[in-house]
């Protein structure tokens, strides 16, 4: 229970002011810049991912192409006997 009466609640404290406003307004600027940086590691891991998954898409396009090669090649030996 609050024994100081109303001088908690309409003083000094309830200003706006004092270390405890300055510590919350401290606290809440940390959490902001903090949750950007989380934001842009985030969009920089997306980033990064479509990335490889390009490339992955390319080195399989070009595995395929060169299996497909191959195969023709062997076919075409098998066949014609060059």
């Known amino acids: 229970m ?5 001088a908690g ?11 405890t ?3 919350a307004a401290a606290a809440a600027q940390k ?3 903090l949750l950007q940086r989380v934001e842009g590691d ?3 891991i997306v980033d ?12 399989v396009l070009s595995s395929l192409l060169i299996l497909n090669h191959n195969v ?3 076919a075409v030996i098998y066949c014609c006997g060059e």
Not at 48 to 59: G, K, Y
Request: a positive charge.
């Open 21 to 23: 406003a300055a510590a």
């Open 31 to 33: 959490q902001k810049t």
């Open 2 to 6: 609050n024994k100081g009466g109303a």
């Open 42 to 44: 985030i969009a920089n």
């Open 9 to 19: 609640l309409g003083g000094g404290a309830g200003a706006g002011s004092g270390p």
């Open 72 to 74: 023709i090649k062997i």
């Open 48 to 59: 990064n991912f479509s990335h490889l998954v390009n490339v992955a898409r390319v080195f």
